[in-house]
T-cell receptor
């Protein structure tokens, strides 16, 4: 099946710094990618839809200036958590739509962010 | 946006028994309903899905039913095994291809 990777798999940063997470579709081109956040023992919450070549669409309640999304190519979307705070500590997962008539969604392995 | 509710939040069954998890959705335009199994710290794994033009789908011990009129869908696992223990999420896909997830069900199969 299609492969989506994320980098890094885990990161620890100090409060006030910024962290960039990459999401790559390895064997297909994804015009649309999605970013989710998952707190411990909770569900995946859709943060934003990342569209190649245009601005991301953010879900209600998600701060676009804090969570910067760039989808510069058909295989790469990045999420930058700016001025991170401990409450931003979470599991961040991306996904990509596989193009074609059967629009399936493939998840990356996730990135564990810990802000100290 | 779409709102997906899922019940129960926790479920314990004896090995060999059946498990049923139910979800409701709010947007009648949602057209695809996948179920995911997630183990701790890992990505969700698709286990079965159903499209809005189908009422039921089965894959070995797993089945999903969809009632479009009532806007609810259910996951049925028969002959449960300890390895079925995990957190299960339902999801609904909006016409814009966004996926909205239910709150999750922690399933424990007791040997």
């Amino acid at each position: 099946g299609a492969v989506v990777s994320q980098h890094p798999s885990w990161v620890i940063c100090k409060s006030g710094t910024s962290v960039k997470i990459e999401c790559r579709s390895l064997d297909f081109q994804a015009t649309t990618m999605f970013w989710y956040r998952q707190f411990p023992k909770q569900s995946l919450m859709l943060m934003a839809t990342s569209n190649e070549g245009s601005k991301a669409t953010y879900e209600q309640g998600v701060e676009k200036d804090k969570f910067l999304i760039n989808h510069a190519s058909l295989t790469l979307s990045t999420l930058t958590v700016t001025s991170a705070h401990p409450e931003d500590s979470s599991f961040y997962i991306c996904s990509a739509n596989y193009p074609g008539t059967l629009v399936e969604q493939y998840f990356g392995p996730g990135t564990r962010l810990t802000v100290t | 946006g779409e709102n997906v509710e899922q019940h129960p939040s926790t479920l314990s069954v004896q090995e060999g028994d059946s498990a049923v998890i139910k979800c409701t959705y709010s947007d009648s335009a949602s057209n695809y309903f996948p179920w995911y199994k997630q183990e701790l710290g890992k990505r969700p794994q698709l286990i079965i899905d159903i499209r809005s033009n189908v009422g039921e789908k089965k894959d070995q011990r797993i089945a999903v039913t969809l009632n479009k009129t009532a806007k609810h869908f259910s996951l049925h696992i028969t002959e449960t095994q300890p390895e079925d223990s995990a957190v299960y999420f339902c999801a609904a896909r909006s016409p814009g291809n966004q996926f909205y997830f239910g709150t999750g069900t922690s399933l424990t199969v007791i040997p």
